[in-house]
């Protein structure tokens, strides 16, 4: 009995000491797949793509809608003949805004489902989880659904590129507008607590910086946001930048509003879309047991965005998105974050089609970075060899009693340190110029 | 042969039943093999303190928190530590913490133990806001854990040897707890849970009981979320939520509370019941209204149905059938 034991502790010991004989945390000597030839996920009249989306889950209110419009959109286009005669498999996995989840359903796409390309994975949290596996798998990363500034690392992630402008780009153009149009007002920030907060306020800090009364970090997996609110309140911030997502902008509007709290709200793209607001400020507010009137909630709020709203009927992009909305998901509110979806596919499916018939994953991060790459957006992309960052600019809004909105600075571009911030050029590509579908 | 030469039999032909059937699946499903792997790890911990010490616990998502963020803390700032010394680490602070949380149930009972270890699901990971530079805030951390053995690369896909970690980590354990469980500490675990005031009487100091029994689950909660740290590469506050702890608790009324093959039965259901209701989801091509609820849905349905059908779990389910069957043969042998 004894020297059994023995025996299994020492065999066990040796089996553990052979096992590893570097630490966990060194790198290890051979490098990652290179993307070069290899094109998985492609067939004679087929490519695979994925996606990881948080269908439910503290971020599924409002963004869940993004991947039902990705999907009208490829349907569109698949339609209409696909890309370089290849049809569009949009595959989307639901990890319900949990990193733990994000790393299965993103392996599952990879090894399972054999993806030729990750497209607009969403979220901060989530996303940065895999950037690292998909850039040593040399998986292309496309268009991730987040402002962060860790997207845009063309040495350390040469397969991932960002979409949407970045935190600190966006954070420098609130700040500014803040420090010339609301000056000498008390400003407090509401963020959320990782890289949106961090990057946000980096931007912010270049203006506004000696104003700022107050800084309040929330995590999502927390809905109470009283004790965030109440110390903005306490603080006496007559300005409350919000750079949160829907969910959290919706809360915080709510719990302004239950303390009696009415700061300007100067809320992120991310999470300042009026349609999905009033829908999440109604839900939300029937589940507390209390009727508001979302529009007078929303009346005055001022956001920032970087595509053209969908009230902007005139706007040749809204008419495709439109189009594409009444035929294929007419059941499904028209929003701004519906047509955030459709604008990220018709991105995707431009650098496919620009990688051309002979596709490779090599071809298609050339294509990306090619700098031609040109979008529904009203500021350009700041996609080339040296740099993965997606729009580089934005416009501010204000939203009108009947919750449409009005332009109130043009759309301006910038850098993410401590560059001017200048008018964004005007001439933009049509649908016609690019004529996919 | 003795009990522990059986079980560590038994383990080894396990793990060569798991080295065997990793080889043949494609490496997707090396990844789930190995989630089994370390949800078992946590629901057999769990199942040793409810259903072998009688005390409840809505927290042990708590313990997979402490467990992965110590390795992910290892890795990042201890490079050179190998990666079975971060496991033993994150075991022994989970540890460490499962006895701090026992001497405080140990005075609680039902209800108030029920809330203090929901307390602790709900709180412990809100301590990466407090101190968002060095546990990353809400974003957690990111890293990637070097384990495959220069001699290995290149011959078996990184997938397959996580897989064959993870489990020979978990049959290691499941050896040790079935020791455990069968042994006299069992008995003394099993003595406190019937009647505290007899136990008490036999000598048992019932106090310590308590706080080694929560020690040794909470140190099963800790490898299991090392070993999900060292499988993926992630430690961040949103995969550590009460959703975790009840689903952890669902897993194992599902498998059969107390039986460490109900803790084998119920993390095959938390990793492939949603995963088969997700399949039939897409392969229905449902609105995503309905698809994106259903695998939740599913798994729900099937605790009912197996509470209802088998209340002593999937593990008490198939110990009746095997015995009505055994019966019937008997019987029959008997009455020719």
């Known amino acids: 009995m004894r020297t059994t034991r023995k025996a299994l502790a020492a065999a066990i010991a040796a089996s553990l000491l052979l096992a590893s004989c570097s630490g966990a945390g060194e790198p290890s000597g051979g490098g990652g797949a290179a993307a070069g030839d290899a094109a998985p996920g492609v067939t004679d009249d087929r490519v695979v793509i994925g996606t990881h989306q948080p269908l439910t889950g503290p971020a599924a209110p409002g963004y869940s809608r993004i991947s039902v419009a990705a999907k009208a959109m490829y349907d569109y286009l698949n339609d209409a003949g696909g890309i370089n005669g290849r049809k569009i498999d949009y595959r989307v996995e639901d990890d319900g805004y949990n990193p733990t989840r994000t790393v299965e359903v993103v392996k599952q796409l990879v090894l399972q489902d054999q993806v030729f390309a990750i497209v607009g994975g969403l979220g901060t949290p989530t996303h940065s989880k895999v950037v690292d596996y998909l850039n040593s798998e040399g998986v292309p990363d496309l268009l991730v659904s987040s402002g962060a500034l860790a997207w845009d690392d063309p040495a350390k992630s040469p397969m991932t590129f960002g979409f949407q402008v970045d935190y600190a780009r966006e954070g420098k153009i609130q700040g500014k507008y803040i420090a010339e149009h609301l000056a000498g007002k008390k ?115 001022i956001g920032t965005g970087y595509l053209p709203d969908v009230g902007q009927t005139d706007d040749p992009w809204i008419a495709l998105f439109k189009k594409v909305h009444d035929k294929y998901i007419p059941d499904e509110p028209l929003t701004n974050t519906v047509a955030f979806g459709m604008a990220q596919a018709y991105t ?24 031609k790459i040109k979008g529904p957006g009203l500021t350009p992309f700041g996609f080339s060899k040296e740099s993965h960052s997606g729009y580089t600019g934005a416009y501010v809004f204000k939203i009108n009693p009947d919750t449409s909105t009005t332009v109130i600075q043009p759309p301006a571009v910038t850098d993410r340190e401590g560059g001017d911030i200048t008018p964004a050029p005007t001439e933009r590509v049509t649908p016609q110029d690019i004529g996919l579908g | 042969m003795s009990l522990l030469t059986r079980h560590a039999l038994l383990g080894l032909l396990a793990l060569a039943g798991i080295v065997v059937l990793t080889s043949v699946v494609d490496p997707y499903t090396d990844v789930q093999i190995a989630t089994v792997g370390y949800y078992l790890v946590a629901v057999a911990g769990l199942t040793l303190l409810t259903g072998t010490n009688g005390q409840i616990s809505l927290g042990h998502g708590a313990f997979m928190f402490i467990g992965a963020y110590t390795v992910a803390l290892l890795v990042i700032h201890v490079p050179t530590f190998p990666f079975w010394a971060d496991l033993l680490l994150a075991a022994a602070a989970a540890g460490l913490a499962g006895a701090l949380t026992g001497a405080a149930a140990a005075r609680l009972h039902g209800p108030y133990l029920a809330g203090a270890t929901l ?53 290691l354990l499941l050896v040790l707890l079935a020791n455990v469980v069968r042994g006299r500490f069992g008995r003394i675990l099993r003595a406190v849970r019937d009647d505290e005031v007899s136990a008490a009487l036999a000598g048992i100091h019932i106090g310590r009981t308590k706080i080694l029994a929560f020690l040794l689950s909470a140190l099963c909660g800790g490898l299991a979320g090392g070993l999900q740290a060292f499988l993926l590469g ?103």
Not at chain 1, 218 to 233: C, F, G, R
Not at chain 1, 361 to 366: A, M, N, T
Not at chain 2, 129 to 151: I, K, Y
Request: proline share 5%; net charge neutral.
């Open chain 1, 187 to 301: 400003v407090g920030l509401l963020f959320q607590n990782d890289d949106i907060g961090r990057d946000a306020q980096q931007g912010l800090d270049r203006y506004v910086k000696d104003s700022v009364v107050s800084r309040q970090g929330y995590d999502p997996a927390n809905t109470d946001v009283l004790p965030q609110l109440s110390a903005l309140k306490d603080s006496g911030a007559q300005v409350v930048v919000c750079s949160c997502v829907p969910a959290f902008t919706a809360l915080a509007i709510l719990t302004a509003a239950k303390l009696g709290f009415h700061p300007q709200f100067v809320v992120s793209s991310i999470g300042a879309d009026p349609v999905t607001l009033t829908g999440l400020l109604a839900d939300f507010a029937k589940r507390g047991g209390a009727e508001v009137s979302p529009a007078a909630l929303l009346n005055g709020l």
């Open chain 2, 119 to 171: 307390a602790l699901a709900v709180g412990l990971p809100a301590i990466t806001q407090r101190f968002p530079d060095a546990l990353g805030g809400s974003n957690g951390l990111a890293f990637t854990v070097q384990s495959l053995p220069t001699g290995l690369a290149g011959t078996v896909p990184q997938t397959r040897w996580q897989a064959w970690v993870v489990w020979t980590t978990a049959l």
């Open chain 2, 234 to 336: 992630t430690a961040a506050p949103g995969s550590f939520t009460l959703a975790l702890s009840l689903s952890l608790l669902a897993a194992m009324v599902l498998g059969g509370v107390g039986s460490l093959w109900g803790a084998l039965w119920g993390a095959l259901a938390l990793v492939f019941v949603p995963q088969w209701a997700d399949d039939l989801t897409k392969a229905l091509d449902l609105g995503t209204d309905v698809a994106q609820h259903l695998p939740i849905a599913v798994f729900g349905a099937v605790l009912i149905a197996v509470v209802l059908a088998f209340p002593q779990g999937i593990h008490g389910g198939i110990n009746r059938s095997l015995a009505r069957l055994f019966r019937k043969k008997e019987t029959h042998e008997n009455n020719p």
């Open chain 1, 348 to 371: 995707f499916a431009q650098a496919l089609k620009l990688a051309g018939r002979d596709l490779t994953r090599g071809k298609l991060v050339d294509a990306m970075a090619s700098g």
